[in-house]
């Protein structure tokens, strides 16, 4: 079975820029659709970008234009560029596998903590 | 977007007991309805998935099973490692999740 592990989180301050990775074994990113789901302390799950075999990706309205999905086919990982970050974007960030619109498998998350 | 909103918000009960947890969409949504289990500390686990499929290694005594707006998760006897907080998640449009319900020991 497949496994995601997630890195690349940490503290930023407000308006700063991180990008988080997800790798990917035991099958292809590029064969699914990905997505990253985000978890605020204490709060529910919210999804926040996902990205489809053929290449297109969309994102939450809360982060659009802000954050940028994508992947690297050669390095079998997937990617989360997010810039100007606010405080509520503090939250535990997990990617996930999207079969048959369900997911599947999940990384670990890595935390991102948006704070001055 | 589809608002899920589960309840109870918290179920208190006790081994053995049976379980049932509730999911309500705010429109009528497709039989992509599935149930999330997650443990502190922990990444969110598949349990069932369109509606009332048991994901690969789920035990019986979890069922799903609802249309339209309302979706149940039953646990049919409960055991110690099932206390914890249970997700519904719709995939009709963008995805959304319930807010989640916490069941706890009694």
């Known amino acids: 079975e497949g496994q995601l592990v997630e890195s690349g989180g940490g503290l930023i301050q407000p308006g700063g820029s991180l990008r988080l990775s997800c790798a990917a074994s035991?099958?292809?990113?590029?064969?699914?659709?990905m997505n990253w789901v985000r978890q605020a302390p204490e709060r529910g799950l919210e999804w926040v970008a996902d990205?489809?075999?053929?290449?297109?990706?969309y994102h939450s309205e809360s982060v659009k234009g802000r954050f940028t999905i994508s992947r690297d086919n050669s390095k079998n990982t997937l990617f989360l560029q997010m810039s100007n970050l606010r405080v509520e974007d503090t939250a535990v960030y997990f990617c996930?596998?999207?079969?048959?619109?369900?997911?599947?498998?999940w990384g670990q998350g890595t935390a991102v903590i948006v704070s001055s | 977007e589809i608002v899920m909103t589960q309840s109870p918000a918290t179920l208190s009960l006790s081994p053995g007991e049976r379980a049932t947890l509730s999911c309500r969409a705010s429109?009528?949504?497709?039989?992509?309805l599935h149930w999330y289990q997650q443990k502190s500390g922990q990444a969110p686990r598949l349990l069932i998935y369109?509606?009332?499929n048991r994901a690969t290694g789920i035990p019986s005594r979890f069922s799903g099973s609802g249309s339209g707006t309302d979706f149940t998760l039953t646990i049919s006897s409960l055991e110690p490692e099932d206390f914890a907080v249970y997700f519904c998640?719709?995939?009709?449009?963008?995805?959304?999740f319930g807010q989640g319900t916490k069941l706890e020991i009694k």
């Open positions: 990205i489809y075999d053929n290449g297109n990706t």
């Open positions: 998640q719709q995939r009709t449009g963008s995805p959304t």
């Open positions: 429109h009528t949504i497709s039989r992509h």
């Open positions: 996930a596998r999207e079969i048959t619109w369900h997911y599947d498998i």
């Open positions: 369109d509606v009332s």
């Open positions: 035991g099958f292809r990113v590029s064969d699914n659709y």
